[in-house]
């Protein structure tokens, strides 16, 4: 079995979000980048299956569509235990042309992980978008993948429960939080090895844009904190009720 993790390269969640000055683009100067904190977990549960079924998972390749700026993040996905990075050297614009790349690279592979968002942009698009575009069974929301008597038993959350699917691969899953207990930090043997894992720059292919980026606004400064002191319930019902009229 081939696996293909899709890998978003996203700023740090610590990030203080900034725009250019016409509002219209984010400006990612000074921003630390790192592996969409889905897509960590994901690649951390093929490796986990990788470790757990040598024999029947052959190779995990990780893919992102991005400038030569993202490949310390491919770096560290190879470093964490992918075998092998693609890279496909392209503004990632919108969803529809991320899935467009990638579906360039992503035929012949047995099963598809995608994160369920890019916590930047959080579009929720591009892992069903593929799934279309290749013509492959998918399934979202996905937070358990087993091999289990020649098929995936995939385990979903649902609302009050839980589902348990046994599915053939080709498979897309778009996996959410629970996939992995815990993302897998790269060990030192990992990072040496990383620097002789294949990295494959591939080029861009034609495809459409179907979005076009009006403006972006930061939300409004939060009001400023009161402090009330311990005795004083009165006063604090008093503000609840009058000032932020939510009793
Ligand atoms: C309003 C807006 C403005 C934007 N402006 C810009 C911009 O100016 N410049 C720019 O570079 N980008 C920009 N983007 C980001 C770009 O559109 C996103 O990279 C793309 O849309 C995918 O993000 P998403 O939120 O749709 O991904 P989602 O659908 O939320 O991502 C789901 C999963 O898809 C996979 N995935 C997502 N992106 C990639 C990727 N690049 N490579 C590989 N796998 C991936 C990951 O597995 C991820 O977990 C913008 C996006 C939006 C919504």
Excluded at 210 to 220: I, W
């Amino acid at each position: 079995m081939k696996i293909l993790v899709l890998i978003g390269n996203v700023p740090d969640t610590t990030t203080k979000i900034k725009f250019n000055a016409d509002k219209t683009a984010f400006d990612a100067s000074g921003v630390q980048w790192i592996i969409n904190p889905w897509d960590e977990l994901a690649l951390t549960r093929a490796v986990e299956l990788k470790e757990a079924h040598a024999d029947k998972i052959e190779s995990i390749v990780v893919a992102n569509v991005g400038r030569a700026e993202t490949e310390a993040t491919l770096r560290k996905a190879l470093a964490v235990g992918a075998d092998e990075a693609i890279r496909i050297d392209a503004d990632a614009k919108d969803a529809w042309y991320v899935a467009s790349q990638l579906a360039k690279v992503a035929a012949g592979f047995d099963l598809i992980l995608a994160g369920i968002e890019a916590s930047d942009y959080n579009g929720s698009a591009v892992g069903g978008m593929l799934a279309e575009m290749l013509d492959m069974k998918s399934v979202s929301a996905v937070s358990g993948i087993e091999l289990a008597d020649g098929a995936l038993k995939i385990s979903r959350e649902i609302d009050g429960g839980s589902q348990t699917l046994s599915m053939q691969t080709p498979l897309l899953a778009v996996v959410q939080k629970g996939i992995a207990k815990e993302p897998r930090i790269p060990a030192m043997r990992g990072i040496m090895m990383a620097r002789k894992k294949p990295l494959n720059v591939v080029a861009a292919a034609d495809a459409e844009e179907h979005t076009a980026f009006v403006g972006f606004e930061l939300p409004a400064p939060k009001a400023a904190c009161k402090m009330i002191a311990e005795d004083q319930a009165g006063e604090l019902i008093n503000l609840l009720h009058n000032e932020a009229k939510v009793l």
